[in-house]
């Protein structure tokens, strides 16, 4: 276990497997697979209703029906209700790729053409199939699909070109179909009788009577690519929408037997599945390129639009960054799209938005990846100006000039920043001030300089005149910061120099050279430190004012993909191609934790409240988040979860958080086990606590203050008014009449059962004078850890605590004081007494603080007199003096001290 732990992934829409939909009621939901794990939409919004648990291997096909789930893994199929799985499917010999509901029932048929059939219906004990159908050796399945009114029958395409029609019941072939030469990826039956549409590798659809083997219609895209996806309307229009491989979504009219409309940039990637709405001119498409869009035939035309979407990137995202105090993220990738992702609802996630790349790709008739910006190689943020303007601006690759983005309204914004327009270059670096008013580039050709992101005009350049020419480095500018007070900034060079400049006057300050090449720096403005990453795979850390340097890290053995620094600036988290991810302590200058994943990070963000990580990985095209143990768990101290120098191996985090990701062994180091891993699991207060120090409660602070303050609260809680008599009695209610009008209730006369009901109550209630509260407190003295007891009194209202030590004072006491022998014996007594100890040791623990200060506080208000009188009590409060007096004289201490090193350090530099 390290500090940080798996949670999930983000930004994952589809994969590489049809969708299946399914109605239930008025409302339409979609199921899609998202690798190991599917996701279920509401398609009247899409928005995500259910994320189901991880399972071992990929997701290979789909099916539902109703509250089940039906997912083919491997050579099993898992059955799911809900979120929730019932049972597994275990028949297959090799992969099951096609699913089919039929029924009551569902068809698998794996890659060996094995075909069972599985009765969903008491699937607690019927686990095994029903049927069996093995096809023939040299006829390998693409798709499967149920004609409508054939009862009993499947019609199955095949690698080879062919179709079968199969009666399940009686296990046999009906009839082949010679099919036409080329392999069907597609295959689905249309609302008029005895009528399927077959796609082909080769581009072609053919539209087949089945009953009479004849051929209807064929329609050709075969420059568009193969078939993968048709679908008939169901509206009473005669259109059916294939989609290709390409991406394209075709529109054919069956009556007029030609193309009615085409959706050329309807993905970026092969569509695998379409599907009309029933009874509405609403068509959903799914591809490869991780988003599902949803498009609607409604315009005067015939064209269909887009009428919602969901999506994540098509490609693995290079930089991420948090935003908007940790609820958002922004990440860029290269498919070229800038998005911000919402950590916590899905919903709000969304693509920045380009200036209608859609109507201008359809209006110039070329592709929207032309009209797209380049990929984001590096970006900076602003969120102190984002009412006001652009607070984003972007470098791309091979671009020279940069682009500014207002969060505020999604979009680009209208500034271009094009930096030495005489000799432009590539735009490497960028960084905004810490006023958000000015922005800083670097360029390829060594050039730096600053624009106003309100107006977008430049502001002057940096250069140094012992450079040939005259520009700020010699060689590419690998990054730029800016200081919290806009006097400084610093920039490197890829020749390892590294020059800090005047903000203002634009002079240069200062230089160091590292001594070989930079490849990425990162700078801190509060603590002022800057972190250069090397060709030597060295992690150094300088400090800009005092200029020299002050850490050195190294432990990496691949090139250095990202680093980062905690808000605080206690620690930097780096990233390596080795797979590795160490979190160094700034100020103790060692490794604190090291953790090793499967897939290489590429860049990493910690969110300004230290509590989420998010990382990409290669290859990746999800946001991974990962939780900070040591925000959530009661440990007090690092070593308690932190595994040093040792590397533990972790699985990425799945789409689903509540499943966990990692393995097994994933707690075992590479190199010997971790100490005391099962210790660290489950951590005690009170044997992490750190010495000298006091635990608080974590109590609200309205309960232990409620103690204190519990007069003034009765006082201020007592009614102004006494009650009022009713006017009227209710009619259910015997009266007696009056003299004086007043309504006199008629007294019941209790029967002879409640009267001895009555007198075996207080009986019980004159032998049994202990409560739950003394009984709690006897065991606890008794075993001599109060634990129990404290979580006992912690859950209970102050009243209630009130009233419970009220009911131990000594009622009968005299002034003169009993006989201390025949006091010992009143379990009052021995409460009062048992308390003491309690206060004594909870004190010297010093956990609970403010409670049991609160609690002591009460007790004494309530008992101090019964103390005072008696000696043996009397020794016992000297002890908790003696012990309280003890405690806060180190406390104190510890305060001062404390309060010592805060000013030396306000006063001195790093």
Request: charged residues 25%; hydrophobic residues 40%.
């Amino acid at each position: 276990m390290g500090i940080f732990e798996p949670y999930r992934a983000i930004g994952y829409i589809t994969s590489t497997i049809p969708f299946v939909v399914q109605r239930l009621g008025t409302e339409t939901f979609v199921t899609v697979s998202v690798g190991k794990a599917f996701q279920v939409y509401n398609c009247a919004k899409l928005n995500l209703v259910i994320v189901s648990p991880q399972l071992p291997k990929k997701i290979r096909a789909l099916a539902s029906f109703r509250d089940f789930t039906f997912a083919a893994y491997g050579k099993d199929i898992a059955v799911f209700k809900r979120a929730e799985q019932v049972a597994t499917w275990s028949r297959h010999s090799a992969k099951v790729n096609l699913l089919l509901l039929f029924g009551d029932h569902i068809l698998s048929v794996d890659i060996d053409g094995n075909m069972f059939i599985w009765a969903f219906k008491g699937i607690e004990n019927n686990l095994a199939p029903i049927a069996h159908i093995l096809l023939d050796d040299k006829f390998k399945p693409t798709c499967l699909m149920h004609p409508d009114t054939y009862l009993n029958k499947v019609v199955l395409g095949s690698q080879e070109g062919s179709l079968q029609l199969w009666n399940i019941s009686t296990k046999k072939k009906l009839y082949e179909f010679k099919g036409w030469n080329s392999p069907i990826t597609s295959c689905v039956s249309s609302p008029a009788l005895d009528v399927i549409a077959v796609g082909c590798a080769d581009g072609k659809i053919h539209v087949h009577n089945i009953r009479c083997d004849e051929e209807l219609v064929t329609f050709s895209h075969s420059t568009r690519g193969s078939v993968t996806a048709l679908c008939f309307s169901t509206d009473g229009k005669p259109l059916l929408a294939s989609g290709s491989s390409s991406g394209v979504i075709s529109i054919w009219n069956l009556e007029k037997r030609k193309l009615q409309s085409v959706i050329r940039e309807a993905h970026d990637n092969s569509i695998l599945n379409l599907h009309f709405f029933a009874n509405e001119p609403v068509l959903m498409s799914a591809s490869a390129d991780n988003s599902i869009k949803v498009w609607i035939f409604d315009t005067t035309d015939g064209d269909p639009r887009l009428l919602r979407f969901r999506s994540g990137h098509s490609a693995p995202p290079r930089c991420i960054r948090f935003y908007a105090n940790g609820r958002h993220i922004l990440s860029a990738g290269q498919d070229r799209a800038f998005r911000l992702f919402s950590i916590i609802q899905d919903q709000q996630s969304r693509e920045l938005s380009q200036r209608h790349i859609s109507k201008r790709a359809k209006k110039l008739k070329i592709k929207e990846e032309e009209l797209k910006l380049k990929p984001v190689i590096a970006f900076d943020c602003a969120e102190i100006r984002e009412r006001d303007w652009c607070n984003v601006v972007t470098c791309h690759t091979d671009t020279s000039q940069a682009y500014v983005w207002r969060l505020q309204n999604f979009v680009l914004g209208e500034h271009i920043l094009k930096p030495c327009q005489e000799n432009p270059t590539a735009v490497k670096a960028c960084a905004i001030s810490a006023c958000g008013n000015f922005a800083v580039l670097g360029t390829a050709g060594g050039w730096i300089e600053r624009f106003n992101l309100q107006s977008g005009i430049s502001r002057g350049t940096y250069s140094d005149a012992s450079e040939r020419r005259n520009c700020a480095h010699e060689g590419e500018v690998v990054g730029v910061a800016c200081d919290s007070t806009n006097s400084l900034m610093i920039s490197a060079g890829y020749h390892g120099d590294v020059k800090v400049w005047d903000f203002k006057g634009r002079e240069l300050k200062s230089r160091w050279d590292i001594g070989c090449s930079l490849v990425k720096i990162v700078y801190h403005r509060l603590n002022g430190l800057l972190a250069t990453v090397a060709d030597d795979l060295v992690i150094r850390l300088f400090d800009v004012v005092a200029l020299r340097m002050v850490r050195k890290f190294e432990g990496h053995t691949d090139r250095v993909t990202d680093l980062c620094f905690s808000e605080d600036g206690k620690w930097l988290l780096s990233s390596s191609m080795d797979g590795t991810l160490r979190i160094w302590d700034v100020i103790l200058a060692r490794q604190i934790d090291a953790i090793h994943v499967e897939v290489p990070i590429t860049a990493l963000s910690l969110s300004p409240n230290l509590d989420v990580l998010a990382t990409t990985h290669v290859d990746q095209n999800g946001v991974y988040l990962w939780v900070n143990q040591s925000m959530f768990s009661g440990a007090s101290t690092i070593d308690s979860y932190a595994s040093g120098k040792q590397i533990v191996k972790v699985k990425l985090p799945s789409v689903s958080s509540a499943e966990g990701s990692q393995d097994q062994d994933s707690n075992k180091p590479t190199s010997e086990p971790l100490p005391h891993a099962e210790e660290s699991s489950s951590f005690s207060t009170s044997i992490h606590q750190i010495p000298e120090l006091v635990t608080l409660s974590l109590l609200p602070k309205s309960q232990w203050q409620g103690l204190i303050n519990l007069d003034i609260i009765k006082i201020r809680n007592k009614p102004i008014e006494p009650p009022k008599k009713p006017e009227n009695a209710p009619f259910f209610l015997p009266t007696i009449p009056s003299l004086s009008g007043e309504v006199l209730f008629k007294p019941t006369e209790p029967s002879n059962e409640d009267a001895k009901v009555n007198q075996v109550e207080n009986t019980q209630m004159k032998l049994d004078l202990s409560s739950q509260f003394l009984r709690v407190l006897q065991s606890s003295a008794d075993l001599e850890n109060f634990s129990t007891f404290t979580d006992y009194i912690k859950g209970l209202s102050p009243s209630t605590l009130d009233m419970e030590l009220r009911m131990l004072q000594i009622i009968d006491e005299d002034d003169e004081g009993d006989d201390e022998q025949e006091l010992d014996k009143r379990p009052e007594f021995v409460a009062i007494e048992l308390m003491l100890d309690y206060f004594i040791h909870e004190i010297s623990c010093r956990n609970n603080f403010e409670f049991v200060q609160a609690v002591i506080r009460l007790f004494l208000k309530i008992h101090g007199e019964t103390i005072r009188r008696q000696s043996r009590l009397q020794d016992k409060a000297r002890k908790l003096l003696e012990t309280q007096c003890a405690v806060w004289q180190r406390v104190d201490k510890l305060f001062q001290s404390g309060r010592c090193i805060l000013t030396f350090l306000s006063n001195s530099q790093f």
